[in-house]
């Protein structure tokens, strides 16, 4: 059976509470209105649950009343799948950050929202100093004090340029951890409850196969060359040295092309001549920092050659932060893409369905 017949089936969604994984009582669960599951590659993935909160046989409110179910800081895990399928597909792990009851003369609701862990890191502004440390270094000593468990990527880890110094000046844990991924190239996401700070995974190996008419039904890329350059230079000065320093990544430095033929800075170029996009504004200390700049930072211009988003029949397996293969949408656009978020949405009455963005960085 095809995700198009499953589309209006009945789903089956689990939803634990707590670290014990206990499951939602039934009664919630036949109350339970629509799913909503943001999962982002760019912020903390957000859920939200829309309860029928109104209890019509003994007159009361049992869910914005019920203070031991859901509350601030509860743990909260939900699945999704189709009925007659094996099991059901991990989406989020979170806690909840907000109850929102709605009171009004026919039936109330109350919608409860919560985030993944990375919530966390945007709880106060800090300002800290790093010393001789590398991104990955930095990103650990920030989740461990923020009680989060993280995976590094271990290459980076072990061969990433250290910094002198590096200051995190009045901004929160997320917003400085964020800026330091972009820098190289990198991105901060979160598997269940482990933060994982790596490079974008646009080398990965495809997750899913969509295709148009089986599981898409609508798919609208934007190739644009407004944001390709021919090449990146990162500009510095070394103090030390009394002198200048200049890192440059330029075409053919894409980590992959997806499956593509030309890159967008190579096709940009043999369109409208050579180009050049010099960072400044980034303090560099030594040549190795400014070329690990350049290099994430090219990669990071690149990916925006192709970017857009599709609508399709509702697919738990799909995630932010992998790589898919798409088909059915003629030789130059089918193919590898990256995906930096998914929308999983389900109601009673529309069913389960799912929206998603990409990213691609040829043809």
Known sequence: MSFHDLYHAPITSLVTMGGSGGKLPAKATADLVSIFILDDTAAPSMFTLEFNNWDGANKSLPWSDDQKLFFPGQKIAISLGYVGQKTAVSIIEGEITSLEPVFRTQPSTIVVRGYDLRHRLLRGRQTESFVKMNDSAIAEQIANKAKINI?????????????????????TD??????????IGFEL?????????????????????????RDIIEFTPRLTTLSQVSEVTVQGWDVKKKKAIVGTASMGKELTKMGGKTAGPKATNGAFGKSTLPIVKSPVATQAEADEMALGQYNEMALNYISGEGFCYGRPDLKAGTVVSIEGVGKMYSGLYYITAVKHIWNKTHGYRLRFTYKRNAV
């Open 189 to 213: 996401l979160i598997n269940k409850k482990t933060l994982q700070f790596r490079p974008r995974a646009i080398k990965s190996k495809k997750t899913v196969s969509l295709k148009l008419g």
């Open 174 to 183: 997320l917003a400085f951890l964020q800026e330091r991924a972009r820098r």
């Open 151 to 171: 995976q590094v990527d271990k290459k980076a880890k072990s061969s990433g340029v250290k910094h002198e110094y590096v200051l995190q000046h009045n901004q």
